[in-house]
């Protein structure tokens, strides 16, 4: 769980997985998700480098069905990944990245990307249609294309992949100068074919204030209908 980025989009504070959603941190909330998703045996949280001891302290008062170390995260979401993945056990096969900042991701999505990978897909996305005409712009702002809005997805986390395709991935990439914004980029550049999921679009990735809105929101819905939160 890549969850040591600044959130600077989200304007000034603390780093954006510390943040508050509804009286507990952003990063808690994604860490009981893919525990209640009872698929996952390990979560390994690539934490802001100055807080590891706090989020480790924090997660560590947290009861929860699944395992949890604390790693030390890097300069781009892409180096967070990859110290993650260096501290998985040797045993373990089927990895999801999932984002600290989607911390709303629905159990049923996280368990059906592990099926999709337990299937055989090496590499799983979830994704949703985007609402928006699609834009591509040149250097002075000039719309260069406009590519067909049906072709296109917004994808999500967490994204699944069989653990030796995601590590040759990452090992390749090491020190690569255009790091990718999500993980399936990687191994798209390998030449694995990415199977693409029904996403959810309670898995929405924190990133603006107005989505933090939202998020207070959909999670009072859930507390005032007895649901997950
Ligand atoms: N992330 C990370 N390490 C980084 C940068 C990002 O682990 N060096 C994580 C974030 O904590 C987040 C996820 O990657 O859970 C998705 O990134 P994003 O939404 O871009 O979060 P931030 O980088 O924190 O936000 P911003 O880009 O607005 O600063
Ligand atoms: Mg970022």
């Known amino acids: 769980m890549p969850a040591a980025g600044r959130g600077e989009r989200l304007g ?15 990063l808690v909330h994604a860490v009981h998700a893919l525990a209640a998703s009872r698929s996952v045996d390990l979560i390994v949280v690539a934490a802001p480098a100055s807080q590891v001891d706090e989020v480790k302290a924090m997660l560590g008062q947290q009861e929860l069905a699944s395992d949890i170390s604390v790693v030390s995260g890097g300069e781009t979401r892409q180096d967070s990944v990859a110290r993650a993945l260096l501290a998985l056990p040797s045993d373990v096969d089927v990895v999801l990245v ?6 709303l991701v629905p159990p049923e999505l996280i368990t059906s990307v592990v ?24 250097d002075h702002d000039e719309v260069v294309g406009t ?11 967490p994204q699944g992949f069989s653990r030796q ?4 991935a990452h090992a390749r990439a090491d020190g690569d100068t255009d790091p990718a914004t999500d993980d399936a980029g990687l191994v798209e550049r390998d030449g694995v074919t990415v199977h693409v999921i029904a996403g959810h679009e309670e898995a929405f990735k924190v990133t603006r204030p107005i989505d933090l809105i939202l998020a207070e929101a959909v999670l009072a819905r859930r507390r005032a209908t007895g649901g997950l939160g």
């Open 12 to 26: 000034p504070g603390t780093p954006k997985a510390l943040r508050s959603l509804g009286g507990a941190p952003m």
């Open 98 to 103: 999932h984002d600290a900042a989607r911390p």
């Open 115 to 138: 099926s999709a990978v337990r299937r055989g897909a090496a590499a799983v996305v979830p994704a949703v249609p985007v609402v928006d005409t699609i834009k591509q712009v040149g």
């Open 147 to 157: 590519p067909d809005r049906s072709r296109l997805r917004a994808v999500q986390t």
């Open 165 to 168: 395709v995601l590590q040759a």
